[in-house]
């Protein structure tokens, strides 16, 4: 069965960083897209990137320059890297697999359990 874990969450402060990964289990991040979603309190969960399996990459313009979505193959894991974390990024982020279809994302109804980041200002 597939499953997804997300770990690295954490409070920060405002301009500082964190890196989230996803472990995955029955398939293979190499052949199978991916992608990070967030929820903050009282919104919708929102894309945040996606990483095709080549390496095609879409960000929400709200985190383009300041996250990068990555893969490790030979871990299976799939990490985020957030750099100049803003109060506006508190949210729980989730992690997807899915595909692209017509250069968009679409997951599929797979979730890890999420994990929380806080930034406080």
């Known amino acids: 069965q597939v499953q997804l874990v997300e770990s690295g969450g954490g409070l920060v402060q405002a301009g500082g960083s964190l890196r989230l990964s996803c472990a995955a289990s029955?398939?293979?991040?190499?052949?199978?897209?991916m992608g990070w979603y967030r929820q903050a309190p009282g919104k919708q969960r929102e894309l945040v990137a996606a990483i095709s399996s080549i390496s095609t990459t879409v960000y929400a313009d709200s985190v383009k320059g300041r996250f990068t979505i990555s893969r490790d193959n030979a871990k299976n894991t799939v990490s985020l890297q957030m750099n100049s974390l803003k109060p506006g990024d508190t949210a729980v982020y989730f992690c997807?697999?899915?595909?692209?279809?017509?250069?968009?994302?679409?997951?599929?109804?797979?979730w890890g359990q999420g994990t929380q980041v806080t930034v406080s200002s």
């Open positions: 997807s697999t899915g595909g692209f279809y017509r250069g968009s994302y679409y997951p599929r109804e797979v």
């Open positions: 029955g398939l293979s991040v190499s052949i199978n897209a």
